[in-house]
């Protein structure tokens, strides 16, 4: 069965750090990737997602992860964080058969503080 | 991007009484929508697929007599937590794709269960 670890729990950042939040996946076929965000009070968004092509994916508010097919990594970068960036964020992944059912990772909460 | 509705966003219930949240994709037909459970610090957890016009798929461990599914129409799935305990108190979330790929997430529906 697929499974998605985070290996960061809590992440404390000041604003303009940069941040690289890990995530890896077991499954040995082709899958779609995908980072979500849930601020504060909020339902979850999508942050960006890979399906094919350029491994290097770039999403909204200044977000991009690469996909690294060799070490089952999608790690989600962002070179300047703002405190606006407080949220948890969620690895996701789905097997390349259509948008079926998302495994999620455990999850990484972000606190960035001014 | 495409939205997903949640209602109700917070429940209080006795334990015993049987609570439906309602999912509903406002600008789109959804013919599959995805019921999550998120507990506590951890990741959101699939229950079920909910199929449009049949019979809901359960994941493993889920108790299909107890969180009873029903996808009614193109735009409407509802979770019927039956007979619930203090342990299904739990944030329930919903999804739905519009079939290209991606997933839109409802607000979440948080049940408490005196």
């Known amino acids: 069965a697929q499974s998605v670890s985070q290996h960061n729990h809590h992440v404390i950042l000041s604003e303009a750090a940069s941040l690289e939040l890990g995530c890896n996946y077991s499954?040995?076929?082709?899958?779609?990737l995908f980072w979500y965000v849930q601020y504060p009070g909020q339902h979850l968004q999508l942050l960006l997602k890979?399906?094919?092509?350029?491994?290097l994916v770039k999403g909204i508010k200044g977000f991009e992860a690469e996909f690294i097919k060799s070490k089952f990594s999608f790690n989600l970068r962002k070179p300047s964080v703002q405190w606006s960036d407080t949220a948890e964020y969620f690895c996701?992944?789905?097997?390349?058969?259509?948008?079926?059912?998302?495994?999620f990772g455990t999850g990484t909460r972000l606190l960035v503080s001014p | 991007g495409a939205v997903v509705s949640q209602h109700p966003s917070r429940v209080i219930c006795k334990s015993g009484t049987s609570v439906k949240i309602e999912c509903r994709s406002l600008?789109?037909?959804?013919?599959?929508m995805f019921w999550y459970r998120q507990f506590p610090k951890k990741s959101l957890m699939l229950m079920a697929t909910?199929?449009?016009?049949?019979?809901?798929?359960?994941e493993q461990g889920v108790e299909k007599d107890k969180f009873l599914i029903n996808h009614a129409s193109l735009t409407l799935s509802t979770l019927t937590v039956t007979s619930a305990h203090p342990e299904d108190s739990s944030f329930y979330i919903c999804s739905a794709g519009t079939g290209l790929g991606e997933l839109f997430f409802g607000e979440g529906s948080r049940l408490t269960v005196l």
């Open positions: 909910s199929n449009e016009g049949s019979k809901a798929t359960y």
């Open positions: 996701a992944v789905t097997m390349n058969t259509g948008f079926q059912k998302l495994v």
């Open positions: 499954y040995g076929g082709t899958v779609n």
């Open positions: 600008d789109f037909q959804a013919t599959t």
């Open positions: 890979y399906f094919s092509g350029d491994p």
